[in-house]
């Protein structure tokens, strides 16, 4: 994975997410109820800071944007807007449906949300 296709420095890593997404389920009586949150997976990937025009960008449409991770190929699982992506204590809120460059699968960006206080 990523095998003579991006020069690293310190710092840019592999790492490994863990996906969890909200859990829901109906009571007898139809109302929805939140389990917390259920990991669905992980995914091995590049984190680094979203470039100031792309802060601006997705603010201006409501999303705000901190940081994006970059996966080679897609996720063995669905990842929607609103999963977190774990990696120790760090936690980052997708904010956008994840964005496939050139519809061809070999990369993967994640634009989220860096969130410390939830």
Known sequence: M????????????????????????????????????EPIGEIRAVLAAAKPEETLRWRQL??????????????????????SLMHGEQRYIVQTAPYNPGGLNHWTIYYCDERSDI
């Open 62 to 83: 409501e999303h705000p944007v901190s940081h994006k991770i970059i996966q080679q190929g897609t996720a063995a699982f669905e990842i929607k807007p609103g999963d």
């Open 2 to 37: 990523f095998t003579g296709a991006i020069h690293m420095m310190p710092g840019q890593e592999l790492r490994t997410f863990t996906v969890y997404r909200d859990g829901e389920h109906k009571t007898a009586s139809g109302r929805v109820i939140s389990n917390g949150a």
